[in-house]
């Protein structure tokens, strides 16, 4: 079969899988979602399966992000008056909308990312879970607490915490759907409103979320998403908001850094990762075949966290080092579980691997593996793109004998291919796992659990996962970012929802000033007040 005939036969069967499920009709409705002015030029959204126009949405301009962020300031005050209670329950019913149609925006998330339905299924549990932790848990993170006074009995203190007013949430198209709607539920929770700036690729998973927190009760203005260029509309939304969340490359980041700095306004940023595993000799090798056994698959595991999100997730591994005793037995099988993962376009759920997402990714992971093959690395699984699937498919690729004269040692490759490393000594392998620019995520595979606890302690990573790749780090309630140049900040956990607050203390002063107490010159005052401080010294919990 030829290419063009080969290629028409997978557009026509993903586009007859998604007009009968949804159709382009929903599309049209996301689309008036966006808060731009009219008229504006489409930007046009395409489907990396097949390379064909899934549809378009208005490109925003700078004066849509100004026009946005006032929409949401005048919201927000009214916003922030609504009982945090309100507030929880309005994520509990967006939880509800989202799992009841959960089908729709897996639909979306993969015709306008290109994954596969599995993958996008881990974005749907993490819009699901971060509403329900956070409508759980904000009335009590946000309630003022009482705090130690500076003098007993004479001051009370209390700590507030206040929202920062609107946020903006720049968002990337990997996981298009969690990291902009993950973010913004904490914020809205803590009483600003925001706006959120989708990646350019995939404005309709963010433009979902937004009409189902409206189904949900949000009230109008406190969220809106303006689609358009990062290069374009960065710099508005940094001019006008009043914190920021990044999520995307290092190198965005640096730039989005220095023009926060102009303003001074906080920010938070989840940028790359060149993430590494860590196989010790007595890891769990386990079974292939999901289903077919129980207990841990390193294998399983390994192979997961290098094609998920067809390796563009900012967490999966790429560099992997095996102890020498179980590296003979340990990498032929892994090389054999990526090379029989079912790869392809399908809305349905049989496939593993999706695609890449655009011209640009493809170009990338290719002259990673090109120059790495060039430069002496031997393939021992994949290694090639698969154009007879659709126009940006690469194989799941595991690559030997990779060296430092190659692109791919130390720079992100952001697709499914992963360099292995033997090695004898665990401090030698600590040594290199340690020895990147990057600390997003690490991994380390062992029966010994407790050993693999003090390796994680040792790894210069935000999280760290003992057989698991990343979902039992990222779904968990504990803080997610990034060591080094892979963030700033936390996502997730309190410090997830406490970053979009600023900390307010309000002293009240009773009785007596305690800057001059009544009867007593300076000196007297400083005598009494030593003896009162050393006396405090000796009383637990007394600052
Ligand atoms: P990117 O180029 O930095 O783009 C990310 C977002 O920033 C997009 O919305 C983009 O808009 C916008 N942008 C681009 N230039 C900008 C500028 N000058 N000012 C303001 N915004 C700007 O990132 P990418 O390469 O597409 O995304 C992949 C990267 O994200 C990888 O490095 C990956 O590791 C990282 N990532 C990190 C995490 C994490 O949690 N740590 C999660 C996911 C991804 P447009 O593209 O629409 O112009």
Known sequence: MSPSKKKKTVADAVDRQWTARVGPALLERLAEGAAVGSPREPLVVEVPFTGETLGSVPLGTPDDVVVAVGVARAAQKDWVAVPVNERAAILLRFHDLVIAN?????????????????????????????????????????????????????????????????????????????????????????????VIKPDSQTPFSVLWAAQVFAEAGLPKGVLQIVPGSGAVLGPALIDNADYLMFTGSTATGRLIAQQAAGRLIDYSMELGGKNPAIVLDDAPLGRRAAGTTLGISTVDGIAFSITSGSGQVCVSCERLYVQSGIYDTFVPALAEALKTLPIGPSLGWDVDVGSLSSTAQLEKVSAHVNDAVAKGAKVLAGGKPRPDLGPYFFEPTLLEGVTEEMDLCRAETFGPVCAVYRFDDVDEAIARVNDSEYGLNASVWSKDVGRAKQIAARIEAGTVGINDAYQATWASASPMGGFKQSGVGRRHGAPGLLRFTEAQTVAVERVVPISRLPFLDNERYAQVMSLAIKALRYIPGIK
Do not use: C
């Open 102 to 194: 959960a089908h729709e925006i897996l639909d979306v998330i993969q015709l306008e990312g290109g994954k596969s339905r599995r993958n996008a299924f881990e974005e749907v549990l993490d819009a699901a879970i971060t509403a329900r932790y956070y409508a759980h848990v904000s009335a009590s993170l946000l309630r003022p607490k009482l705090r130690q006074g500076a003098l007993p009995l004479l001051t009370t203190t209390r700590e507030y915490r206040r929202p920062k007013g609107v946020v903006a949430v720049i968002s990337p198209w990997n996981y298009p759907f969690m990291l902009s709607i993950g973010d913004a539920i904490a914020a809205l929770v803590a009483g600003n409103a925001v």
